[in-house]
């Protein structure tokens, strides 16, 4: 049940998604039929499933006899056979179909980045979701024809394992497919930048190419857009320092020297050409703008821009903030939900602001089950988190408010996969849940009985960070870090702030935070001082961009990008605590 690839209208993918979703539970049982043949005696399901005929299987029969004799299983589980495929074993281990490309996830949550099978089934998906998600914004905001988006994108280079297939971030995948083409086709849309600046390799550079070009076709920018809201963040903040650069490029029709990519230089040099008026325009805009600290940059700036689209839920939403003071008055429109092992579901409610967004689950992406998650009572102790597991239900079982594990089997040879993304079942979208990202779970902040979630920290920064405005300071980012070596162990938080704060001001902040937990198992444990006073460690300016750079030299792409809310990575708390300018202790529970 596939959309036809030559339904290009708004029309068509919806009412295909429609007819779909309406027979979401049918759609399931055929979708993981149509997995399991595809991928029929490849080793890891031979392990468990021996020799099986499935043909000689009802949908509903197979269905309960795959969730009962395949495992659930994490990423380590499934390690040896992606392993083996990449040092350049052909044999058939997790899909019929010759693997020839895999993904590198972000490495963001555990510290290092995972190789994720990718395949043309990956690309096909990526575009489908797209035109899906296209179609249901233009409902709401209809954009012109023809006209451009201004994206920050970025891919990282590739590079072949040593089996021979090509490794690199699924955002650099998907830009160098020709469903990236077709996409701008179909959505009759088109990026600023050529081929040639997402693909440079260099994210400095690439950000300015993106600016200068998002300037020099200023009045034809429908919307602006990133894969993470943090990329559209620091591109603006980039802006701010550059800005008189880049009148210059657009007065003169030049090109910096600080870009010295030969194949760049002359992508963009064969699109450009002198604009003296809006060079002068913007320049006046941008003094203006200098004035009220970028107030209204994106309307001043792209007056015909209709939205900024973009990931912006879970760790995204601390950004929302400096986003809207950018974007004042401008709709921000939350992207799909989705990881580097699967597409999960589309935002059919643009209209709603991020941090109201759902997400109807595509049931003809993945085969989904859904594990119900209960919290623990308070006198538990558990040292991963403080959750109860109930036996996994399909997709068409879930119930409203309550809240699961997501568990996927892809096309792509991931069985009965746990992804950690925790959700909550808000509606549905006719037969298929809607579904509310609530955290990681392997992000928890955790001393001994108390458990704190990436959504617990973060609401518990916004209370502190609040304080700030007395100071006329601003939070630019944030992580944190359970101390459990010195004793008693105690909460460490890590912020980077722009503007100067009086040290009065940062211990009311730091207590706020301490007394803003309400983890039952974090406020006994304060009180009787088993866990000791939160630290607030001040950074200085330019740490984040330091663990950002760390990042990119390891592999990951801007565009993949997410600040670490939790962290134990040893290389990032050496750049933490070598960054860390001021450190103040909570007096709350004294």
Same mark, same amino acid.
């Given at each position: 049940?596939?959309?036809?690839?030559?339904?290009?209208?708004?029309?068509?993918?919806?009412?295909?998604?429609?007819?779909?979703?309406?027979?979401?539970?049918?759609?399931? $049982?055929?979708?993981?039929?149509? *997995? @399991? !043949?595809?991928?029929?005696?490849?080793?890891?399901? =031979?392990?468990?499933? &021996?020799?099986?005929?499935?043909?000689?299987?009802?949908?509903?029969?197979?269905?309960?006899?795959?969730?009962?004799?395949?495992?659930?299983?994490?990423?380590?589980?499934?390690?040896?056979?992606?392993?083996?495929?990449?040092?350049?074993?052909?044999?058939?281990?997790?899909?019929?179909?010759?693997?020839?490309?895999?993904?590198?996830?972000?490495?963001?949550?555990?510290?290092?980045?995972?190789?994720?099978?990718?395949?043309?089934?990956?690309?096909?998906?990526?575009?489908?979701?797209?035109?899906?998600?296209?179609?249901?914004?233009?409902?709401?905001?209809? $954009?012109?024809?023809?006209?451009? *988006? @201004? !994206?920050?994108?970025?891919?990282?280079?590739?590079? =072949?394992?040593?089996? &021979?297939?090509?490794?690199?971030?699924?955002?650099?995948?998907?830009?160098?497919?020709?469903?990236?083409?077709?996409?701008?086709?179909?959505?009759?849309?088109?990026?600023?930048?050529?081929?040639?600046?997402?693909?440079?390799?260099?994210?400095?550079?690439?950000?300015?190419?993106?600016?200068?070009?998002?300037?020099?076709?200023?009045?034809?920018?429908?919307?602006?857009?990133?894969?993470?809201?943090?990329?559209?963040?620091?591109?603006?903040?980039?802006?701010?320092?550059?800005?008189?650069?880049?009148?210059?490029?657009?007065?003169?029709?030049?090109?910096?020297?600080?870009?010295?990519?030969?194949?760049?230089?002359?992508?963009?040099?064969?699109?450009?050409?002198?604009?003296?008026?809006?060079?002068?325009?913007?320049?006046?805009?941008?003094?203006?703008?200098?004035?009220?600290?970028?107030?209204?940059?994106?309307?001043?700036?792209?007056?015909?821009?209709?939205?900024?689209?973009?990931?912006?839920?879970?760790?995204?939403?601390?950004?929302?903030?400096?986003?809207?003071?950018?974007?004042?008055?401008?709709?921000?429109?939350?992207?799909?939900?989705?990881?580097?092992?699967?597409?999960?579901?589309?935002?059919?409610?643009?209209?709603?602001?991020?941090?109201?967004?759902?997400?109807?689950?595509?049931?003809?992406?993945?085969?989904?089950?859904?594990?119900?998650?209960?919290?623990?009572?308070?006198?538990?102790?558990?040292?991963?988190?403080?959750?109860?597991?109930?036996?996994?239900?399909?997709?068409?079982?879930?119930?409203?408010?309550?809240?699961?594990?997501?568990?996927?089997?892809?096309?792509?040879?991931?069985?009965?996969?746990?992804?950690?993304?925790?959700?909550?079942?808000?509606?549905?979208?006719?037969?298929?849940?809607?579904?509310?990202?609530?955290?990681?779970?392997?992000?928890?902040?955790?001393?001994?009985?108390?458990?704190?979630?990436?959504?617990?920290?973060?609401?518990?920064?916004?209370?502190?960070?609040?304080?700030?405005?007395?100071?006329?300071?601003?939070?630019?980012?944030?992580?944190?870090?359970?101390?459990?070596?010195?004793?008693?162990?105690?909460?460490?938080?890590?912020?980077?702030?722009?503007?100067?704060?009086?040290?009065?001001?940062?211990?009311?902040?730091?207590?706020?935070?301490?007394?803003?937990?309400?983890?039952?198992?974090?406020?006994?444990?304060?009180?009787?001082?088993?866990?000791?006073?939160?630290?607030?460690?001040?950074?200085?300016?330019?740490?984040?961009?330091?663990?950002?750079?760390?990042?990119?030299?390891?592999?990951?792409?801007?565009?993949?990008?997410?600040?670490?809310?939790?962290?134990?990575?040893?290389?990032?708390?050496?750049?933490?605590?070598?960054?860390?300018?001021?450190?103040?202790?909570?007096?709350?529970?004294?």
């Amino acid at each position: 049940m596939e959309p036809c690839n030559n339904q290009s209208s708004s029309h068509d993918i919806i009412r295909w998604f429609e007819d779909v979703t309406e027979n979401a539970e049918l759609v399931q $049982t055929q979708t993981l039929r149509r *997995i @399991l !043949e595809l991928n029929w005696g490849v080793e890891y399901l =031979k392990k468990w499933l &021996g020799n099986v005929e499935i043909h000689d299987v009802d949908a509903c029969t197979l269905e309960s006899l795959y969730t009962s004799l395949v495992p659930l299983v994490s990423h380590t589980d499934l390690e040896p056979y992606i392993q083996r495929t990449a040092n350049g074993d052909s044999a058939p281990l997790l899909t019929q179909q010759p693997m020839t490309t895999l993904s590198l996830s972000s490495g963001t949550t555990e510290g290092r980045q995972k190789y994720v099978p990718f395949t043309s089934h990956s690309a096909q998906t990526t575009l489908q979701i797209f035109r899906l998600a296209a179609a249901h914004r233009s409902r709401v905001y209809p $954009t012109r024809e023809g006209g451009k *988006i @201004l !994206e920050f994108i970025y891919s990282s280079k590739q590079f =072949k394992t040593r089996g &021979g297939l090509t490794a690199g971030t699924a955002t650099t995948h998907y830009y160098a497919s020709q469903e990236f083409k077709i996409k701008q086709e179909t959505t009759k849309s088109f990026t600023c930048s050529p081929e040639e600046v997402i693909s440079s390799g260099d994210n400095k550079q690439a950000t300015y190419c993106h600016l200068l070009l998002g300037l020099f076709f200023s009045d034809q920018v429908e919307f602006i857009t990133s894969t993470f809201a943090y990329s559209i963040v620091q591109s603006f903040i980039t802006f701010e320092e550059l800005w008189r650069d880049l009148c210059i490029d657009i007065r003169d029709g030049t090109l910096s020297k600080r870009i010295n990519i030969p194949r760049v230089r002359k992508a963009v040099l064969d699109i450009i050409s002198p604009k003296p008026k809006l060079a002068s325009k913007i320049e006046a805009a941008c003094k203006e703008l200098e004035d009220s600290d970028w107030f209204g940059l994106v309307p001043k700036l792209w007056p015909n821009a209709k939205y900024v689209y973009s990931i912006m839920t879970g760790s995204m939403q601390p950004y929302l903030k400096k986003l809207r003071r950018y974007a004042p008055g401008v709709p921000l429109v939350s992207a799909e939900y989705g990881s580097t092992e699967s597409w999960i579901g589309v935002n059919v409610d643009p209209c709603l602001p991020p941090e109201d967004v759902t997400f109807a689950v595509v049931p003809t992406f993945s085969y989904f089950e859904f594990i119900p998650l209960y919290r623990h009572k308070h006198d538990c102790n558990l040292a991963t988190d403080d959750f109860i597991e109930d036996k996994p239900v399909p997709l068409s079982q879930v119930k409203v408010g309550q809240q699961y594990e997501i568990v996927l089997t892809t096309f792509t040879g991931l069985y009965r996969y746990r992804l950690g993304d925790v959700v909550e079942v808000a509606g549905f979208h006719r037969g298929t849940p809607k579904l509310n990202f609530i955290c990681r779970r392997k992000l928890i902040l955790t001393v001994n009985i108390d458990k704190n979630t990436e959504k617990d920290l973060q609401m518990v920064v916004e209370r502190g960070s609040q304080l700030l405005s007395k100071s006329r300071a601003e939070l630019i980012d944030f992580t944190s870090h359970a101390d459990v070596v010195n004793q008693p162990g105690h909460y460490i938080i890590y912020w980077e702030i722009k503007g100067d704060v009086e040290d009065r001001v940062l211990h009311e902040c730091c207590r706020e935070m301490d007394a803003s937990f309400v983890d039952h198992g974090y406020v006994v444990s304060r009180r009787s001082n088993s866990i000791g006073p939160l630290e607030l460690r001040i950074v200085e300016k330019g740490t984040f961009k330091k663990i950002l750079e760390y990042f990119i030299g390891n592999g990951s792409a801007l565009s993949q990008f997410k600040t670490p809310r939790c962290t134990s990575n040893k290389v990032l708390l050496s750049i933490l605590n070598l960054c860390t300018i001021k450190r103040v202790y909570s007096t709350a529970y004294a």
